[in-house]
């Protein structure tokens, strides 16, 4: 999880020539992370996918995951 904190704040925290892309072309926008945002959601996705996962059909239960 702390590996996935750092990720998100070094993506949160866009360089200056990020920040010029951005200004050049607005639609880039749509790529930027909010530092909040991505931490609030990182953990449900990652538990959800991890839920999601372990009841695929045809897995005995018990079975470690892929």
Do not use: C, N, Q
Request: hydrophobic fraction near 50%; glycine fraction near 6%.
């Amino acid at each position: 999880m702390i590996m996935a904190v750092g990720a998100v704040w070094t993506h949160a925290r866009p360089s200056p020539a990020m920040l010029a892309a951005y200004e050049a072309d607005p639609s880039l926008t749509a790529f930027k992370l909010d530092f909040v945002t991505a931490l609030r959601e990182m953990p449900a996705t990652l538990t959800a996918g991890t839920i999601a996962r372990a009841s695929l059909p045809g897995r005995p239960p018990g079975s470690r995951p892929i």
